[in-house]
Nanobody, 125 residues
Framework: QVQLVESGGGLVQTGGSLRLSCAASGRTFSSYAMGWFRQAPGKERDVVAAISWTGYSTYYADSVKGRFTISRDNAKNTVYLQMNGLKPEDTAVYYC??????????????????WGQGTQVTVSS
């Protein structure tokens, strides 16, 4: 069992930056692929970024490429999402999620097994 707790959300102006963190419990964190998802009001939950267990392989949705960076620190059981150049359309609840598989492709193809409670990100224009 893995428990995930997100932090770092908030209100920021267009063009600003935020860094989301996701602290995971459990000794198996380092072997799990991790992902960040977001859900805006009235829309489906979509994957934003994903990272394989070693941290060497990453995926980004086209809408955030070049602006967001996903990373992980397995020693700290934490995954991060650095968000730069924020836009109003980035406003959403952001969720951290874990797959029991090692590679991020499993997240894209099968989804995740564990979810955090979400953190609100609001970008004002």
């Amino acid at each position: 069992q893995v428990q995930l707790v997100e932090s770092g959300g908030g209100l920021v102006q267009t063009g600003g930056s935020l860094r989301l963190s996701c602290a995971a419990s459990g000794r198996t964190f380092s072997s799990y692929a991790m992902g960040w998802f977001r859900q805006a009001p009235g829309k489906e939950r979509d994957v934003v970024a994903a990272i394989s267990w070693t941290g060497y392989s990453t995926y980004y949705a086209d809408s955030v490429k070049g602006r967001f960076t996903i990373s992980r620190d397995n020693a700290k059981n934490t995954v991060y999402l650095q968000m730069n150049g924020l836009k109003p359309e980035d406003t959403a609840v952001y969720y951290c999620a874990a797959s029991s598989q090692r590679y991020y492709r499993a997240i894209l193809e099968h989804g995740c097994d564990y979810w955090g409670q979400g953190t609100q990100v609001t970008v004002s224009s």
